[in-house]
């Protein structure tokens, strides 16, 4: 029987994913590796022994678990976070893994507006500069502060390339990953930006071959198959962004399809077919031909209502304990006695700055409008609509470019929540589709193998293996309600602006 | 062996507390009653089976526990909040008491602004035109609502006047009350405005007899001594508003000295030598001659802090069930970890709209700035500091206007922390003595009652009852630290002014 293997390398774990080609899951593994911050502000990772050993781990465990042939595997896709991995040219990770949290290269964001201007770098490239999020500023801090490791480093790689390579010995990125360097043309033409790599000093033999993410890049080695038990030849493709692996284990894949996942940090992405860039979406090229993913980048989702239960909601930790109902049920319960707009309660779900649609890492979380009156449910409900109202935002915000949003289908842990469903389809005024299955990215990955070893020969094929929960129409009442709210939840930013840098100014 | 009695007839309960000469609590009895709400925004209580049940029930209970003759108490004073008793000529109250918590009236402040302006108003009355905190407006609400009611009534009375009239037949209000109907002449000359009462309507007839607080009215009759146990012929002074006992209690009776009550709300209080007023704050007649209160009431207090116990601190709240600790200490012990300034949390404790300074009935309750990486116990330090900032925010006022502020002296269930103590202290940059009683209504009121009896002679003894418990200097580099953040604190309201008010037109 065959399957199709998906690999997520994700900030916190590794997650590996054995599908069957109906789309059932077969077997599952996931394992652990640490943040490592050796100066405030940085955060770190050992490729070698968090990544490639996670792999191995989890890719046993799942050929364990299912006791399949590994033959019997028809193609391997990886998808991952953002991170900077200087390799050398014996495959080895020079340096610990530089995150996309990580604030060291903030100044070289800086440079590059002033070497080469945002307007020219939107030009080439269809993206805003912004430190952590894209690669370029990350390789600068690197060639600056470290020119030893910059010298000894054969590629600059991301860890969807890195598994890949430690599996097929080839040096590739995909085009997904290309279009968060900030180095490469994401248009209907592409390629790496000679012009921008001459002006940042980047040679270009530096960075590593961009394949789509469908295409098959190499097969499994000899070494890779006795240290993952994968069998020799098995085919890999380019892998993916994490959030197109979710996209694809969606279905967004035609013009129009958008999608939210509601993780420990908010995603809307919206699916072009053609290259419509807006510079205050992060812009990507999608895992298909002439697809393109338009993405809104929300700091505040699940780590708002985490924030809220670990700090504030305590008693629904305790009772937890007790009941054997998870804590955010029991807040869910909670927030379900509350009204629609939580009787004046609207929260700001800046609580690690944010990027879209206002890009200021500036701003905070702030409760605003509770009286002596108000009960702790009207906060967890206003919690949830107020990342819903940054939802809406960056919707509003597409609408206004010219891209319009019918539907949008959502997953994530956060979708869990019947109750925060609803209030995302009444915020936003949007059908909702929830998925069957929350966490997409392996779905997708493996999806995205499939369509690389042609087990799946159109976009259809792929779009019918996608299974739907619940399908939820916004309530005409509430939605008048919300967008009365929505106006002021905006404002709020607007006037509070100036209140977020000062903190920032006065040392917090 | 000589007694005093002082009794404060509060919102929620009445307390009788007998002290002897030396100013020592004797014995202390407390009864609850309930606020009565026919309509939303009402509040109402019963004056004869409320208050003045409590006043026998507990009186009794001091002479029973205290095991005095009642012929060795040699003066009585009540204190009490503020309400409008209509009361008959047999001395009945003929309605529920309208308290001043109650809304009905605020269209009633309007319509005083505009037959009489609040210039003239504050010419003659020394106070700002505002419903609830003062008695025009509910008796024209009577008037206009219950013209039956209206004119049955021989005299509109206040709480502690009602209880001096049960006490002793006479119909009577002192001078700190006189400050608070907004339809009396507070300054060097005395007396009912005959001018307002014309323009509004309001028989001068039907306000009682205006003496100083420490005056004695009358004697306690035969049928008050026979439901109360008092000894016939006890001397009753006029009494005082609840904030001029705490006054009292805490030796603020010379031009300077000033003092900070945090209770539920909180009260800042000036003593002046002169009728110098300044619109933003409540001015009163003091209970001694030539002696003015400027008062700052802050509607956040200890209800801040109780409110994030109880909604957002449940934790504290279990564990002192079991530890044996109080919450708010399980709450202190937390908010001690954290550091001036709370890494930038700022809290708006306008929990109930605002008074003094900004006067903002729409003004909210407001968490700012935090991020993932706040704890709990920054959360409740910033509760704290943003009390202190509103007390901080006052008494910049008051130095605005000429007041200079040296020290403050600290009462209150507040003061109990000691944390807080020091938040204060260091907010305000003054130095802050709490006074060894903090609740000190009771305590002023028998020392009244001493002045009135001729017990104290002179301030001076009065001043030498009271005794300070510990002196706090302020910390001047954590000063300094909160001078730069308390600017913060300020933009912020003037920064969501409009968005409170947004609130209120949407309906919340």
């Known amino acids: 029987m065959p399957y199709l293997l998906g690999i997520d390398v994700g900030t916190s774990s590794t997650k590996s994913e054995l599908f069957n080609l109906e789309g059932e ?12 911050s050796p100066n405030v502000g940085y955060a770190e990772e050992d490729p070698e022994n968090g990544w490639w050993q996670a792999l191995q781990d989890t890719v046993k465990a799942v050929l364990k678990t299912s006791k399949i042939d590994p033959r019997e595997i028809l193609g391997v896709c990886v998808s991952g976070t953002n991170a900077c991995v200087a390799v050398d040219r014996e495959g080895k990770a020079i340096i610990n893994a530089i995150m996309q949290l990580d604030n060291r290269s903030v100044g070289y964001a800086e440079k590059i507006r002033e070497a080469v201007g945002w307007e020219r770098v939107f030009e080439i490239t269809g993206n805003r500069i912004a430190s952590g999020t894209f690669l370029a500023p990350t390789i ?11 010298e000894k480093t054969y590629k600059f790689m991301v860890p969807t390339g890195f598994i890949t390579m430690k599996l097929t010995g080839k040096y590739t990125i995909d085009l997904s990953r290309c279009s968060t360097t900030l180095l490469y043309k994401i248009g209907r033409e592409k390629g790496w930006s000679h012009e921008l790599c001459k002006i ?22 000899d070494e890779a198959s006795k240290l993952t038990g994968l069998a020799k030849g098995t085919p890999v493709v380019a892998g993916c962004m994490d959030t197109v692996g979710a996209a694809v284990g969606s279905a967004v894949l035609e013009k129009g399809d ?27 090229c999608h895992a298909v031909e002439e697809r393109w993913l338009a993405m809104a980048l929300m700091q505040g989702g699940g780590l708002s209502m985490k924030w809220y239960r670990d700090e504030l909601a305590s008693y629904a930790v305790e ?4 009941s054997g109902k998870p804590a955010y049920q029991l807040i869910d319960e909670e ?11 609207i929260f700001l779900p800046y609580l690690s700055g944010e990027k879209s649609p206002i890009w200021d890492p500036y701003a905070r979380g702030v409760l605003f409008g509770f009286t002596a009156m108000h009960k702790r449910g009207e906060i967890a409900r206003a919690v949830m609509e107020g990342v819903a109202y940054s939802l809406r935002h960056n919707i509003e915000v597409f609408e206004e470019a010219g891209f ?15 109750l925060w469903r609803k209030i995302i389809a009444d915020v936003t005024g949007k059908a909702v589709e929830v998925t069957k299955m929350l966490a997409t990215e392996t779905f997708g990955d493996a999806l995205i193998a499939g369509l690389g070893v042609k087990v799946y020969r159109s976009l259809g094929e792929v779009k ?16 008048r309600r919300y967008s009365e709210i929505f106006k002021v939840y905006k404002n709020l930013y607007m006037h509070l602006k100036e209140d977020f840098l000062e903190l920032s100014k006065i040392g917090f």
Chains 1, 2 share one sequence.
């Open 258 to 284: 958008a999608f939210y996942t509601l993780g420990t940090l908010g995603r809307f992405c919206y699916c072009m077919d053609e290259p419509k860039f807006d510079i205050r979406f992060i812009n990507i």
């Open 200 to 221: 940042l000093g980047i040679p270009v033999e530096k960075l590593p071959e961009a394949y789509i993410s469908k295409e098959v890049v190499g097969e499994v080695t």
């Open 140 to 150: 600068l801090w690197i060639k600056e502060n470290m020119p030893k490791v910059f």
């Open 335 to 345: 927030a379900e006695e509350a009204t629609v707009g939580s009787r004046g309660i």
């Open 319 to 322: 009772k937890a304990k007790v």
């Open 25 to 36: 899951s077969v077997a599952v593994a996931q394992k652990e590796y640490p943040i490592i």
């Open 464 to 479: 019918e293996m996608v299974e739907v929960e619940e399908e939820l129409e916004p309530d005409t009442i509430n939605h």
């Open 404 to 418: 319009s949003v019918q539907k949008i289908r959502m997953g994530g842990g956060g979708a869990k929540s019947r």
